[in-house]
């Protein structure tokens, strides 16, 4: 059985401004990493919250066919208590925040969400800029994608 880990991190310049993101993603067998797959994107008017949900998504679209388990990584706070916490309220209440103002960044949580109903995702929180690698791998390939816009 494979074991797939997918470390995802956004960057933007501004907020809003150019911004970009990255995910690792590693296939694990018997304890040893089998293979890798680097991804990356960027956009020209977005959030930082906006490009590390985008991180997430395109993991989970590339991880889509897997039945395994799949750990996903992120530094974002908002995007783990989102998808694991506050989505089932916002969906209960017509995608409305307790203040019944409209939730930001509702496509983008309704493409995870679908995705994440269908896999076995584990979410994760890790800390930013502390020396994990594949954390600070993906934080590198979010500003590379920024860069690159």
Same mark, same amino acid.
């Given at each position: 059985m494979f074991k797939f880990m997918a470390?995802?991190?956004?960057a933007c310049s501004g907020n809003p401004g150019i911004g970009g993101w990255g995910a690792v993603l590693l296939a694990e067998k018997n304890n040893e990493i089998?293979?890798?797959?680097?991804?990356?994107?960027?956009a020209k008017e977005t959030t930082n919250n906006q490009m590390e949900m985008q991180a997430a998504l395109e993991a989970l679209k590339? !991880?889509?066919? %897997?039945?395994? *388990?799949?750990?996903?990584?992120t530094d974002s706070n908002y995007l783990r208590q989102g998808i694991t916490e506050w989505i089932h309220k916002w969906k209960s209440n017509n995608w409305?925040?307790?203040?019944?103002?409209?939730?930001?960044?509702?496509?983008?949580?309704?493409?995870i969400s679908? !995705?994440?109903? %269908?896999?076995? *995702?584990?979410?994760?929180?890790?800390?930013?800029?502390a020396g994990d690698p594949g954390n600070e791998r993906a934080d590198q390939l979010a500003n590379?994608?920024?860069?690159n816009v």
């Open positions: 470390y995802t991190d956004g089998i293979k890798r797959k680097e991804l990356s994107g960027s590339y !991880l889509k066919d %897997k039945n395994d *388990v799949i750990e996903l990584y409305r925040t307790a203040a019944k103002k409209p939730v930001a960044n509702r496509d983008l949580w309704i493409e679908d !995705l994440n109903e %269908k896999m076995n *995702v584990h979410w994760n929180w890790v800390k930013g800029h590379l994608g920024a860069d």
